[in-house]
């Protein structure tokens, strides 16, 4: 059974902390625009989005790749094969969540590929807020996650 990475957004701080961890363990950079997980902020609002790949399982992001560059590892964790990969960004545009972005560096697709089963992210948060968890159980608790996002989100909409 494949696992999913799973983000409490209502008790994310926005510290990053798991930015520079993904980045400096998969780019040997301590630079978060080259993570595989993205904290989008609006601070002035209040408002803290953890983006990161959900291990779709009709994966537009696949769908969209001229290259056939991402695909499932033998783990059952959709990856980018970056050989294959030209850097186009279809990827990126079909991805509905967010979940994959260009290397700035690299010129290639990056997306979470959940550290072969030990995801730096989670040793990271301080706060406890990322968990890696049964694809079951990651899609129940996803769904709840999107849910109570959504609903933030449309308050923050009409306070303004």
């Avoid at 040793?123 to 959504?150: D, F, H, N, P, W």
């Amino acid at each position: 059974m494949k696992n999913l990475l799973v983000i409490d957004a209502q008790r994310c701080t926005g510290c990053r902390n798991c930015e520079l961890a993904c980045s400096t363990r998969n780019a040997t950079s301590f630079n978060p625009a080259r993570s595989r997980i993205q904290i989008l902020k609006k601070e002035h609002k209040g408002l803290i989005i953890p983006m990161v790949c959900l291990q779709c399982d009709e994966p537009l992001c696949a769908e969209a790749c001229p290259t056939n560059a991402i695909i499932l590892n033998s783990s059952g964790v959709l990856t980018v094969n970056h050989e294959e990969c030209i850097g186009c960004g279809n990827c990126v545009s079909a991805c509905i969540y967010g979940g994959i972005v260009i290397d700035p560096v690299a010129r290639k697709a990056i997306k979470c590929d959940l550290c072969d089963g030990d995801p730096a992210c989670i040793t990271a948060c301080e706060y406890g807020v990322i968990s890696l968890v049964s694809e079951e159980k990651g899609r129940s608790e996803r769904a709840k996650g999107m849910e109570q996002l959504s609903t933030s989100i449309r308050t923050q909409e009409v306070s303004e």
